[in-house]
C-alpha cells in the first residue's frame, strides 16, 4: 500500500509541477519517500528501535499527506496557482488517500501489539474491516453524488476505476478479517492469495489513474493532437460576461494536430459543465479564429463548420473549437472540460481537454474561474 501511495504521487509530479514548482517537489518528495518506505517494509533492516522509528514515522507522515490532502480540498491551500481556492476531489487523490490510511493503520498495529501472531491483534483488525467496508459504501454514494468527480482530463474510465477501489476495499475488509479469525497453517495459502491479489488491484488503481491519460497534451506524448491555447489554472482567461437572452461564440480549445498522420474529429462534447445559466448551442470549428483576441464574438459563428469530418492536417495551425452559447438565467457557468472522439490511422480514440472557459451571466460579481 505504501508503493501504490507513493507511485501515485510520483506519477502526478509533472502535472503539479507545471501549475506550481512548489506542488511538483511535493509529490516528488512524499513519492520517493513513499517507495522507499516501501521496499524498507519488506525487509526492515537494523536494531529494533530504528525499526519502531522508521515505522513511525510511516504513520506520522501518512496521516499528515492526508491532512494536507483535506485541507486543500475544504479550505484551500495558502500558496501555489489559487490561493486559498478548494480543489475538487478526484479518483487519483482519493485512492492514494485510501492506500496512505491502511499503511497507517497496520504500521500502528504493528506498533502497538508487535507480533501478528498475538491474540491482541484481533480488536485492531476488526476495526480496519469495518473501516474498509464503510469506505467502499462511502466511495460509492459520494460517486452517485458527484462529490467524487473524476477530472475528465485524467481519468478517461471512470467507472473501471470505481470498480477496481471498490474491489480493493471489500479485500482489504475481508483481509482484515481473516487476521481477527486468525486463519491456521491451511489457510496460509488464501491468505497470500488474498494479499497477491490486493497488490494487483493496488497496481490497477495506480495505472488507472496515471495523469498521462489526460492533460493538455503539450508535448505530444499520449495522443496526435494537443491544446495550444496555453491556458491553464494559473493563467485562465477572463470570464465572459452575457445578459440574459444573449449569444455569444467563444473559442474554447485551440487545438493542434502532432502526430505522423492527419486526424479526423468524430464529435467534441463537453464532459463537464458546472451550472446551467447558459445552454450550448453549438459546438464547431472555425479556422478564421486562429488567436486568443478573437476567443469571444457576438452571436453565432457564421465561419464555423461542423465538427464531424473535420480533418486535421499536421504543421497546419491551430484548429479553433467555437461553442456557441445562449444565456437563460443569472449565474455562472464553467465549461471545464471537453472530449474530443477522432480517428487516428483507422482507429477510433478519445481524449480530455481542459478548456477553463467561464461565462457570468446578470451583474453578479463573477470569481476568478477555476
Known sequence: MALAAGLVHLAQVQVHAEEDLSFGAFFAVVGALQVAGALYLVRPVGPKRLVRRVFAFGVVGSLATIGIW????????????????????????????LFELFTALLLSMWLRHGDPARFRWRRSAVGGSIVALGLAGLWLALRALEILDPDPRLVLQ??????????????????FAGLAIRPGRP???????????????????????????GGQNIECRYAPLAEDSGLSHARPPEPVHMDVGQTRSVVALLLVACGDAPVELAAIEPIRVVGSAVQIERIAIDRTRTQRSDKVRSGP??????????????????????IEVRAVDQGRVDTAA???????????????FASFTAFCVGHEACERPR
Not at 470505481?162 to 482489504?172: C, H, K, S
Not at 471537453?338 to 480530455?352: A, I, N
Open 338 to 352: 471537453f472530449r474530443v472522439d477522432y480517428v487516428f490511422k483507422g482507429e477510433k480514440r478519445s481524449f480530455g
Open 158 to 175: 471512470p467507472e473501471l476505476t470505481d470498480a477496481v477501489a471498490v474491489a480493493f476495499l471489500l479485500l482489504t475488509s475481508a483481509w
Open 301 to 322: 459563428s457564421v465561419t464555423a463548420v461542423p465538427v464531424g469530418g473535420v480533418v486535421m492536417v499536421p504543421g497546419a495551425g491551430r484548429y479553433p473549437v467555437v
Open 70 to 97: 483535506a485541507a486543500s480540498r475544504t479550505l484551500g491551500l495558502p500558496f501555489g496557482a489559487e490561493p486559498g481556492e478548494p480543489e475538487e476531489v478526484g479518483l487519483a487523490d482519493a485512492a492514494a488517500d
Open 187 to 213: 489457510l496460509r495459502l488464501a491468505g497470500a492469495l488474498v494479499v497477491g491479489s490486493l497488490l494487483v488491484l493496488e497496481l490497477s488503481l495506480v495505472a488507472f489513474t496515471i495523469p498521462a491519460r
